[in-house]
């Protein structure tokens, strides 16, 4: 055990978060999609820290996170279609999956041992911040508890984590609410987790359809577990009404709903939501939830793999 500091949202929260960063501990931080738990990706120890904080499977990769795109081609060759949605959607809840660049003295714990690394650029300025002054890149899954719901505040992390990790910089409830998209490149454009960055604007960058990873195919990046970001509480997914015992959690105008991802069928306001909720009807007991359908459309996409994880069987 060890005791998890909180620090401030300034210049000398963002220096102490560095500091721990630099000596091999782990922090977590605030971007724009949910809260990250990021160790030194240069540091095996580190990393394999981030592994036992979560009880990560090992063969889940991570993504490292990086303060600008100049940055990227250290670690890894970006190019091609790939350089194109760099320069597009960087800053931002965009992960590319790309070659790793040798020498770039990355822990292989990060890419769990593929030939690949999963890596981003956050539009927060307190993530870019703190990047900027660790001055490592850092290996940041998402701070929860494997399989667990992603946190989108710093009380979430420290119900998950604390005394698991050293330190949270709190940055605030997070905007967008759930991860980045995840895109690689086999050879052509391929989704490999819908998120935060709607599928229809990398397409429309493109100029063409983006392949889909087959359900059954190796995992190569993060977020691909079948079971993950789940509740104690079993989900019913695209209910209509809910069962007699069941807790409805709602998306549109519908009655009787325990919690509204939104009453007004906003997909933004539904994506800030949905982890929130759900860690909030985790607390509630562990009466069954029923779970209103979402249109699978922009972050809907999103939405519901997260929402089609959570429901997975338990292994």
Same mark, same amino acid.
């Given at each position: 055990?060890?005791?998890?500091?909180?620090?401030?949202?300034? @210049?000398?929260?963002?220096?102490?978060?560095?500091? /721990?960063?630099?000596?091999?501990?782990?922090?977590?931080?605030?971007? $724009?999609?949910?809260?990250?738990?990021? #160790?030194?990706?240069?540091?095996?120890?580190?990393?394999?820290? &981030?592994?036992?904080?979560?009880?990560?499977?090992?063969?889940?990769?991570?993504?490292?996170?990086?303060?600008?795109?100049?940055?990227?081609?250290?670690?890894?060759?970006? $190019?091609?279609? @790939?350089?194109?949605?760099?320069?597009?959607?960087?800053?931002?809840? %965009?992960?590319?999956?790309?070659?790793?660049?040798?020498?770039?003295?990355?822990?292989?714990?990060?890419?769990?041992?593929?030939?690949?690394?999963?890596?981003?650029?956050?539009?927060?300025?307190?993530?870019?911040?703190?990047?900027?002054?660790?001055?490592?890149?850092?290996?940041?899954?998402?701070?929860?508890?494997?399989?667990? &719901?992603?946190?989108?505040?710093?009380?979430?992390?420290?119900?998950?984590?604390?005394?698991? /990790?050293?330190?949270?910089?709190?940055?605030?409830?997070?905007?967008? #609410?759930?991860?980045?998209?995840?895109?690689?490149?086999?050879?052509?454009?391929?989704?490999?987790?819908?998120?935060?960055?709607?599928?229809?604007?990398? $397409? @429309?960058?493109?100029?063409?359809?983006?392949?889909?990873?087959?359900?059954?195919?190796?995992?190569?990046?993060?977020?691909?577990?079948?079971?993950?970001?789940?509740?104690?509480?079993? %989900?019913?997914?695209?209910?209509?009404?809910?069962?007699?015992?069941?807790?409805?959690?709602?998306?549109?105008?519908?009655?009787?709903?325990? %919690?509204?991802?939104?009453?007004?069928?906003?997909?933004?306001?539904? @994506?800030?939501?949905?982890?929130?909720?759900?860690?909030?009807?985790?607390?509630?007991?562990?009466?069954? &939830?029923?779970?209103?359908?979402?249109?699978?459309?922009?972050?809907?996409?999103? &939405?519901?793999?997260?929402?089609?994880?959570?429901?997975?069987?338990?292994?």
């Amino acid at each position: 055990m060890v005791e998890t500091q909180v620090l401030e949202p300034d @210049a000398g929260g963002v220096a102490e978060a560095a500091e /721990i960063l630099r000596a091999g501990g782990l922090v977590s931080f605030p971007t $724009e999609t949910v809260y990250g738990l990021g #160790g030194d990706a240069t540091n095996d120890r580190a990393v394999a820290r &981030i592994f036992a904080a979560k009880g990560r499977p090992s063969f889940n990769p991570l993504i490292v996170h990086l303060p600008d795109v100049a940055t990227v081609s250290r670690f890894a060759r970006l $190019e091609g279609e @790939a350089e194109r949605l760099a320069d597009a959607f960087w800053p931002g809840p %965009l992960t590319l999956v790309l070659p790793l660049r040798d020498g770039g003295g990355l822990s292989p714990l990060v890419s769990a041992g593929l030939p690949t690394v999963a890596v981003r650029v956050p539009d927060h300025p307190l993530a870019r911040a703190l990047l900027a002054e660790t001055g490592r890149p850092v290996a940041a899954p998402s701070a929860n508890p494997s399989g667990r &719901i992603s946190p989108t505040t710093a009380e979430h992390v420290l119900a998950g984590l604390g005394g698991r /990790i050293e330190a949270v910089l709190d940055g605030g409830p997070c905007a967008v #609410g759930v991860e980045s998209t995840i895109v690689g490149f086999d050879p052509a454009p391929v989704l490999l987790r819908p998120g935060g960055l709607p599928v229809e604007a990398i $397409e @429309a960058c493109l100029g063409a359809p983006l392949l889909h990873h087959a359900p059954d195919a190796a995992i190569n990046a993060p977020g691909q577990l079948a079971s993950h970001y789940a509740p104690e509480a079993p %989900l019913r997914l695209n209910a209509t009404t809910a069962r007699p015992g069941e807790r409805l959690l709602g998306f549109g105008p519908v009655e009787g709903a325990t %919690l509204n991802l939104s009453p007004s069928g906003d997909m933004v306001e539904a @994506a800030a939501n949905l982890f929130h909720h759900l860690h909030a009807l985790d607390a509630g007991g562990a009466a069954p &939830i029923a779970v209103s359908p979402v249109p699978d459309i922009g972050l809907g996409r999103a &939405i519901n793999d997260r929402l089609r994880r959570a429901a997975a069987p338990r292994g």
